[in-house]
C-alpha cells in the first residue's frame, strides 16, 4: 500500500493559524504583538526572496515586521551595529540575519552580536550549546523544529523509535539529532546519524523506524534502503534539469519518492513536504521569543 504523504503545506497552514491566534491573544491582553526584524547585506535575488517571503508570513500571522535592507558594500561594523541597535530595540523580540553575507563580513561575528534571547534561527552558539545540552528552554533551528512538527502532528511521535538522521550539518542533521534526543515531547528517540563517511549507509537506514535525510543530493535514498513501514522525512531541495518546464528546472528531494512511498508507510513530497515549515517555525519561535521576554500574560 502506498504511504501516506505528510503534508507540509497542510500542517504549516494549521500551525499558521495557532501562530495568528497565539499573537491575537497576546495584541489583545498586552497591546504589543511580537516583532521579527530581518537583515539582509547585498542584493543577491533569492536572498531577497526569502526575506520578502519571510517579511509577508509575519505580517499575516500579525507579526510586526522590519526589514533592513543594506547596500553590499557595507562594512562589517556597521552591519554590528545595526544588530546592537536590534538587540537594544524592545519592539523587536526576533533577528534574523540572512546568510550568506558579502566577503568583507564575517559571518561568525555577526551570529555572536546577535542577543541569544532574539536569536530565533538558532544559530548562536548559546542556543546550540543549550540545545545540545537538552534544553526545552532554547530557540531551536527552525528546519529540524517544523520536522519535530511534523511527526508529532501524523501521531509518528519519535519517542522510543529508533530515528536514522542521514547528514550532519549544522543547519539540519546536528540540531535534528539534538531534538530527537531531548526528554520528553519530541524527544525521547534512539538517534544514529549517519554522513558521507558512513559506510553502507543502507544497513544503517534499514535499521531506521523514522528516517530523515538532509543530504543535498537526488537519489541519495533508494526503496531498498527503508525498511517497510518506516516513515521517511526527505529535507533535501534540489534543482534538476527539466527542459520541458518553462522555468527549466523542478525541484526534487534526497529520496527516490516513487518507489519509497511503496516501501514506507509516511512520506514527505518534494516540494510541499518540510520546505514550507521552516519560515512557519521561525514566526513561531519569534512568538516564543516574545513570551520569553515580556512573560505570558
Ligand atoms: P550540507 O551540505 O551542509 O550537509 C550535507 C550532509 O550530507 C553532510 O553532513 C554530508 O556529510 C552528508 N552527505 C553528503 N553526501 C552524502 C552521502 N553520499 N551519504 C551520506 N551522507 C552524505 O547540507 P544542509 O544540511 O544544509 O542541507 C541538506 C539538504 O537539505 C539540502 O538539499 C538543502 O537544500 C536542504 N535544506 C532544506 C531546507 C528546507 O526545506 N527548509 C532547509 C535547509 C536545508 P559530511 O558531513 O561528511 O560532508
Not at 99 to 107: E, M, S, T, Y
Not at 110 to 127: E, Q
Not at 186 to 195: E, Q
Not at 259 to 279: C, D, H, K, L, R
Request: hydrophobic share 40%; net charge negative.
Amino acid at each position: 500500500m502506498p504511504a501516506q504523504l505528510i503534508s507540509g503545506r497542510e500542517i504549516s497552514a494549521t500551525i499558521r493559524d495557532e501562530i495568528k491566534e497565539r499573537v491575537d491573544g497576546l495584541r489583545e491582553r498586552t497591546g504589543r504583538v511580537p516583532g521579527l526584524a530581518t537583515v539582509l547585506v547585498g542584493e543577491d535575488p533569492a536572498s531577497q526572496l526569502y526575506v520578502g517571503m519571510k517579511g509577508k508570513a509575519a505580517k499575516a500571522a500579525g507579526i510586526h515586521s522590519e526589514q533592513i535592507i543594506l547596500p553590499a558594500d557595507t562594512p562589517e561594523d556597521e552591519v554590528l551595529g545595526v544588530v546592537e541597535g536590534l538587540n537594544a530595540n524592545p519592539d523587536i523580540h526576533g533577528i534574523l540575519v540572512q546568510l550568506p553575507l558579502p566577503d568583507q563580513i564575517d559571518d561568525q561575528k555577526v551570529l555572536l552580536a546577535i542577543d541569544p534571547k532574539k536569536d530565533v534561527d538558532g544559530f548562536h552558539p548559546v542556543n546550540v550549546g543549550k540545545l545540545s545540552t537538552g534544553s526545552r528552554d532554547v530557540l531551536a533551528p527552525c528546519t529540524p523544529w517544523g520536522v519535530v512538527q511534523m511527526l508529532l502532528r501524523t501521531g509518528n511521535d519519535p519517542r522510543g523509535q529508533h530515528v536514522v538522521v542521514v547528514g550532519r550539518s549544522n543547519i539540519v542533521g546536528r540540531p535534528m539529532a539534538s531534538l530527537l534526543l531531548r526528554r520528553g515531547e519530541g524527544g525521547d528517540a534512539t538517534v544514529t546519524v549517519a554522513h558521507s563517511r558512513t559506510p553502507d549507509l543502507g544497513a544503517v537506514t534499514r535499521t531506521a523506524d523514522i528516517l530523515i535525510v538532509a543530504v543535498g543530493r537526488p537519489g541519495t535514498v533508494t526503496a531498498d534502503m527503508v525498511k517497510p513501514g518506516a516513515v521517511v522525512i526527505d529535507v533535501g531541495t534540489n534543482r534538476v534539469d527539466a527542459p520541458e518546464r518553462e522555468r527549466g528546472y523542478r525541484v526534487v528531494g534526497d529520496v527516490d519518492f516513487e518507489a519509497v512511498s511503496e516501501v514506507a508507510s509516511w512520506i514527505t513530497p518534494v516540494p510541499g513536504g518540510v520546505g514550507p515549515m521552516t519560515i512557519t517555525m521561525l514566526l513561531s519561535n519569534t512568538v516564543d521569543a516574545f513570551e520569553a521576554a515580556e512573560g505570558t500574560p
